[in-house]
């Protein structure tokens, strides 16, 4: 990652299929002004649609890369396009966007103005609103990431199958646990002391796992509410496939074990298995996809011990901070007890209060 100094943000939009991709392009250089930008396209095609040719020939000065698949071969998934992405990046900051988000007006100014103003932020996160339901917040990134302590995420405005309005009460930037990889803002001083995306995730969780590392190195993570973007959803991969359900339940236990401390990790582990036991569990309820996916992840991390411990030691060398500091950015309880059996449904139900500038 070289910097140039007339470049502020290089916009890295991971590509699969579909002109999807000009729509993005089109908000991008609409809505975008106030600030000096490239745009990247990582392509991640496995086969050549004639998407990334239409939009060349109406914005002749992006730059496409390939993710090192090809035409032909299996995709290499998000993570990999954003890192190819990342590692030609000029830009002082760099934003990895969707290519199924479009942007608003004053978007991209607001994300440098909050970020330079504060060296300790590492990342931060615009409010994402549904492109379907324009008045609802995102299901995936809402108004900014949190995590609970035993590594389950969820968000200010969404908690599992809960997705709320958004009505203003996220309108404050605050402190949040991770910001949504399909529109993460990134410092990239801040990069280079912790890495690049952990490609073995190949997709969801990545994104979590570098705000983790952000947060072991030191630095914060907040939302810029004053950025908004809309996303689509769905387009890579459908939301109740066994794929999504089977990466989301490997990679987060996968993240847990390469960030948390080893006294952490021996206190919370069982309180996690005996989660993913009941989320197996499922079953008994005709929810046969979550239940295997639920195993089948745990049975993956059983199976590769090595490969964990390999990647936890990565993680483990950005540590700059002991895990008390971490826990303090962290939701102290379960996140999934409070959903299902004490039936809260907001993240303003869970005490977080002045910890994170939500009301209570």
Same mark, same amino acid.
């Not at 200010?156 to 991770?178: A, H, K, N």
């Not at 490969?307 to 950005?318: G, S």
């Not at 379960?334 to 449904?345: D, L, T």
């Given at each position: 990652?070289?910097?140039?100094?007339?470049?502020?943000?290089?916009?890295?939009?991971? %590509?699969?299929?579909?002109?999807?991709?000009?729509?993005?392009?089109?908000?991008?250089?609409?809505?975008?002004?106030?600030?000096?930008?490239?745009?990247?396209?990582?392509?991640?095609? $496995?086969?050549? @649609?004639?998407?990334?040719?239409?939009?060349?020939?109406?914005? $002749?000065?992006?730059?496409?890369?390939?993710?090192?698949?090809?035409?032909?071969?299996?995709?290499?998934?998000?993570?990999?396009?954003?890192?190819? *992405?990342?590692?030609?990046?000029?830009?002082?900051?760099? #934003?990895?966007?969707?290519?199924?988000?479009?942007?608003?007006?004053?978007?991209?100014?607001? &994300?440098?103005?909050?970020?330079?103003?504060?060296?300790?932020? *590492?990342?931060?996160? /615009? =409010?994402?609103?549904?492109?379907?339901? =324009?008045?609802?917040?995102?299901?995936?990134?809402?108004?900014?990431?949190?995590? @609970?302590?035993?590594?389950?995420?969820?968000?200010?405005?969404? #908690?599992?199958?809960?997705?709320?309005?958004?009505?203003?009460?996220?309108?404050?930037?605050?402190?949040?646990?991770?910001? &949504?990889?399909?529109?993460?803002?990134?410092?990239?001083?801040? &990069?280079?002391?912790?890495?690049?995306?952990?490609?073995?995730?190949?997709?969801? #969780?990545?994104?979590?796992?570098?705000?983790?590392?952000? %947060?072991?190195?030191?630095?914060?993570?907040?939302?810029? /509410?004053?950025?908004?973007?809309?996303?689509?959803?769905?387009?890579?991969?459908?939301?109740?496939?066994?794929?999504?359900?089977?990466?989301?339940?490997?990679?987060?236990?996968? #993240?847990?074990?390469?960030?948390?401390? *080893?006294?952490?990790?021996?206190?919370?582990? $069982?309180?996690?298995?005996?989660?993913?036991?009941?989320?197996?569990?499922?079953?008994?309820?005709?929810?046969?996809?979550?239940?295997?996916?639920?195993?089948?992840?745990?049975?993956?991390?059983?199976?590769?011990?090595?490969?964990?411990?390999?990647?936890?030691?990565?993680?483990?060398?950005?540590?700059?901070? $002991?895990?008390?500091?971490? @826990?303090?950015?962290?939701?102290?309880?379960?996140?999934?007890?409070?959903?299902?059996?004490?039936?809260?449904?907001?993240?303003?139900?869970?005490?977080?209060?002045?910890?994170?500038?939500?009301?209570?």
């Amino acid at each position: 990652m070289s910097q140039t100094p007339d470049i502020d943000v290089s916009i890295i939009i991971p %590509h699969y299929l579909g002109d999807i991709l000009s729509d993005c392009l089109q908000s991008i250089y609409d809505h975008t002004d106030g600030v000096s930008f490239e745009v990247i396209v990582a392509d991640d095609q $496995p086969h050549d @649609d004639g998407s990334i040719g239409r939009a060349l020939e109406r914005w $002749p000065d992006i730059r496409v890369v390939k993710t090192g698949g090809g035409y032909g071969k299996p995709t290499k998934g998000l993570a990999c396009g954003c890192n190819r *992405g990342l590692e030609v990046a000029q830009g002082r900051f760099a #934003m990895l966007l969707n290519n199924d988000m479009e942007v608003t007006s004053g978007w991209l100014c607001a &994300l440098v103005e909050r970020v330079d103003g504060d060296p300790e932020v *590492g990342a931060a996160q /615009p =409010k994402a609103r549904s492109m379907r339901e =324009k008045e609802r917040l995102d299901s995936e990134g809402a108004a900014g990431g949190l995590m @609970d302590a035993y590594a389950y995420p969820f968000c200010l405005g969404r #908690m599992f199958d809960t997705v709320e309005q958004d009505e203003g009460q996220y309108d404050c930037s605050v402190d949040i646990f991770w910001a &949504l990889g399909g529109a993460m803002f990134l410092r990239i001083e801040a &990069l280079d002391k912790v890495g690049l995306l952990d490609e073995a995730f190949y997709m969801h #969780m990545e994104e979590i796992d570098l705000c983790w590392r952000f %947060h072991l190195a030191g630095y914060r993570i907040v939302s810029v /509410p004053d950025a908004v973007v809309y996303h689509w959803g769905g387009f890579s991969l459908k939301a109740e496939s066994f794929q999504r359900l089977y990466l989301k339940h490997r990679n987060s236990l996968v #993240m847990f074990l390469k960030n948390a401390s *080893g006294v952490s990790i021996l206190r919370r582990l $069982p309180v996690r298995l005996m989660i993913e036991f009941f989320a197996g569990a499922a079953i008994l309820t005709g929810d046969w996809r979550r239940a295997a996916a639920a195993w089948f992840g745990v049975l993956w991390v059983i199976l590769h011990p090595l490969a964990v411990l390999r990647r936890r030691t990565t993680a483990q060398n950005v540590r700059r901070v $002991p895990d008390r500091e971490v @826990d303090n950015r962290m939701y102290r309880g379960s996140v999934v007890w409070a959903y299902f059996a004490k039936g809260k449904r907001r993240a303003s139900e869970l005490g977080l209060g002045d910890a994170r500038g939500i009301a209570d």
